[in-house]
């Protein structure tokens, strides 16, 4: 059975995302969690699909300028980090299942 594991990193940088866009449009945040969830289910289905990043994969979210970055492991999909795309390229970098 596939699952999805997030880095404690990379839950934050949702949370911080989704608050940030609710505080621009109401509804926002929960489309922009929709989008992290629909890249999560791609990713567990095809997770070679991601474009190599720093050692990593990493699926663009539609409609949203951010990256879901992730390593498959065994049984599963490793988020490392939910990256905006033109912000500090690679700061996940050092992020890794332990």
Not at 4 to 27: K, L, Q, R, T, W
Not at 80 to 85: E, R, T
Request: glycine residues 10%; contains cysteine; charged residues 30%.
């Amino acid at each position: 059975m596939s699952r999805i594991i997030f880095d404690p990193a990379a839950e934050a940088e949702v949370i911080e995302a989704a608050s940030f866009y609710e505080g621009e449009h109401a509804g926002s945040g929960a489309r922009f969690l929709e989008s992290v969830k629909a890249a999560c289910e791609i990713v567990l289905e095809y997770p070679e699909i991601g474009e190599r990043r720093f050692g990593a994969r990493c699926k663009r979210l539609l409609r949203y300028e951010y990256y879901l970055c992730y390593q498959q492991i065994p049984g599963g999909i490793y988020i490392a980090a939910i990256a905006h795309q033109k912000r500090k390229p690679g700061f996940w970098i050092g992020r890794r299942l332990r």
